[in-house]
């Protein structure tokens, strides 16, 4: 899993950015984890008012919301 996208359930942003994430990541075959920052007083601590990230384990860069298609593309380009 290269990728890691933080959120956390009934998120309407998390939504629209999995939305966004979902096709690419089936195009390009990228490994995604989701990780729910409500398991974790340490991830709420860092992402609460953040959310959704989307991390690069690879790069250890983050791509914060807001973003759309083309913001992603230049991300995962960008690794």
């Known amino acids: 899993m ?3 996208l933080y959120g956390t359930s009934a998120c309407h942003l998390c939504e629209e950015a999995e939305a966004i ?3 690419i990541q089936q195009r390009l075959g990228l490994m995604l984890q989701k990780i729910d920052i409500a398991e974790s007083d340490t991830l709420i601590a860092e992402y609460g008012t953040r959310i959704p990230v989307l991390y690069c384990k690879i790069t ?3 791509l914060e919301w807001p973003f759309d298609e083309s913001k992603l ?3 995962i380009n960008a690794q």
């Open 60 to 62: 250890m860069q983050s």
């Open 21 to 23: 994430i979902h096709p």
């Open 73 to 75: 593309m230049q991300f």
């Open 2 to 4: 290269n990728y890691i």
